[in-house]
DNA sequence: GGTTCCATGTAAGGTGTTACATGATTCA
DNA sequence: TGAATCATGTAACACCTTACATGGAACC
């Protein structure tokens, strides 16, 4: 078994949930709009021919019988799965990518006659990160439920599932202070 | 001229930047390249069928006679086009979205046997922030030649475009900040 | 006049979303 | 058994990048 053409991003994630627990399809799309959405987007459409795609590479294999064409399917991985899991965690990663609409309307919007647009575009950029802090908020409850945060100082000690999330978290939370303060009295 | 298919985000760049002046597509590419690359990319293979669909449209138009069918060709923002550019700048933007393999790396990397790898997704997490935070500082450069950049308490005087550019900056900033305090004595 | 870089353009394929279709499951 | 929801699957399309092709411009 040769090295085949690279999987997508989204088989990355199949393989890393199932290597959390074996779990279907329908699981997958739910943990992964609960966590990693706002960096790793999942989405239907590629994650079912994912799915058979990976289960054709041997790196998962499905649970029991499937029940009809459409009946819920279970799935874990395999060991050779895991061993490519392994490999890709060690790999050099992609550029990050980020489209931000918001943003261009900042850089574009300074020479608009209307002195509005600008104070519009910020308070948009504003609003945005705040709705991506509640979101991830919430997604930190997911994983830490029934406790309260730790201090800054205990994060050292999280997972890393809780540091990825909780990156996220900083990152919205310091933007949003930072345009409150570059906006000044304007806002 | 009622409303059409909506552009696509190559095309708002286009209108953006010439909107500032008129110029060539090659020149777009570059300028996009210095500025906004990080947080709206451009393509040559978007840029150069978007330049006819614009002009099609009436958004744009060619300055001059083209000199042959691969001669450089210089256009200009209309009236109209510089309608359309407004009531973007003042309609709902799009949600973000990012695509960060380190992140997800991290999120993924806890279970693995092999205690480094987690490590090892730090690392590079923080040396992808450093890359960019190189990156924006040159394209501050760009926008703000042969001058010091400001202090903070100047920003706000500052034109929209250094200001979304050197958002990018404070979050590369904060982000690498973060990811040292949170690795703690690890790295 | 030939070489190198500039500038435009195109083709192919990867990536990803949305919307819809279909069949299971559940529950009244 | 009928309706609502769950879960899988598919089709169509938008978008983007890469690689390449082609012709102009500049420089020696």
Request: no cysteine; proline share 8%.
């Amino acid at each position: 078994m040769t090295d085949q053409a690279p999987l997508t991003p989204t088989a990355w994630a199949i393989m890393g949930f199932l290597s959390l627990a074996p779990q279907s399809g329908y699981d997958i799309l739910r943990q992964a709009k609960e966590s990693i959405a706002e960096f790793w987007g999942i989405s239907p459409g590629q994650l079912y021919p994912q799915l058979q795609a990976l289960s054709a590479r041997g790196y998962i294999r499905p649970i029991g019988e499937a029940q009809g064409p459409h009946a819920r399917q279970h799935w874990e991985i395999t060991e050779q799965g895991r061993d490519a899991l392994l490999d890709w965690l060690k790999a050099p990663s992609a550029p990050l990518r980020v489209r931000d609409e918001r943003l261009a309307k900042l850089f574009f919007g300074s020479r608009a006659e209307d002195p509005g647009v600008r104070d519009q575009a910020i308070a948009a950029l504003q609003e945005e990160r705040r709705r991506l802090l509640a979101h991830i908020d919430s997604a930190l409850g997911v994983l830490l439920p029934d406790q309260e945060l730790p201090p800054p100082s205990e994060a050292a000690k999280l997972g890393a599932p809780e540091l990825a999330v909780r990156y996220g978290a900083h990152a919205a939370r310091t933007a949003e202070h930072w345009v409150r303060r570059v906006v000044g009295r304007k806002l």
